[in-house]
């Protein structure tokens, strides 16, 4: 995760109220050859998110644990006006990449992928680099930044029309 970078970040951000596809590039360098970059292009679709009640919240908590488990639902279920938390749901579907070898520097790479998805002006592009054999870590800490960054956006959605 650590040396996963985000060169290009999608202008938007997780719909609060309906799903988004985001169109990714994940460019790796093979480990074994110099040169030779692996650039992925696939699409990772994010779900609305959904409000987890300190109540549901408990309840999944209870599920196999102890009485610490217990103790801490009771507490959740004894804020439930201080909380408000959202659930994300992504689907990655590996049927939609598709893998290329450049045989060229990385920077070169980086800088023609770049250029492509400026010329396209396609909001919901991201282009990630990050370490080959680990590539599906690399795409799962961007998710997880994506909804960071969404986060905020999304409870201030909820919050207008009175759902938290």
């Known amino acids: 995760m650590e040396n996963t970078q985000v060169i290009v970040t999608p202008e938007r951000r997780i719909e609060t109220f309906g799903?988004?596809?985001?169109?990714?590039?994940?460019?790796?360098?093979?480990?074994?050859e110099a040169n030779q970059v692996r650039v992925r292009d696939g699409r990772i679709q994010a779900?609305?998110?959904e409000i987890l009640t300190p109540g549901n919240c408990a309840r999944l908590l209870l599920e196999g644990f102890g009485e610490p488990a217990q103790e801490f639902a009771g507490w959740l279920e004894r804020q439930r006006e201080h909380l408000s938390m959202l659930k994300y749901g992504f689907q990655f579907r590996k049927s939609g990449v598709t893998e290329n070898i450049v045989h060229s520097p990385m920077a070169d790479v980086v800088a023609r992928v770049k250029e492509q998805v400026t010329?396209?002006?396609?909001?919901?592009?991201?282009?990630i680099q990050g370490v080959d054999d680990a590539w599906e870590v690399c795409l799962m800490k961007f998710t997880m930044d994506l909804v960071q960054r969404s986060a905020g956006g999304n409870m201030g959605d909820f919050r207008k029309r009175g759902l938290i």
């Open 19 to 32: 799903s988004v596809n985001f169109h990714f590039y994940l460019i790796s360098e093979l480990m074994d």
């Open 47 to 49: 779900e609305r998110p």
């Open 119 to 127: 010329a396209a002006m396609e909001p919901s592009s991201a282009i």
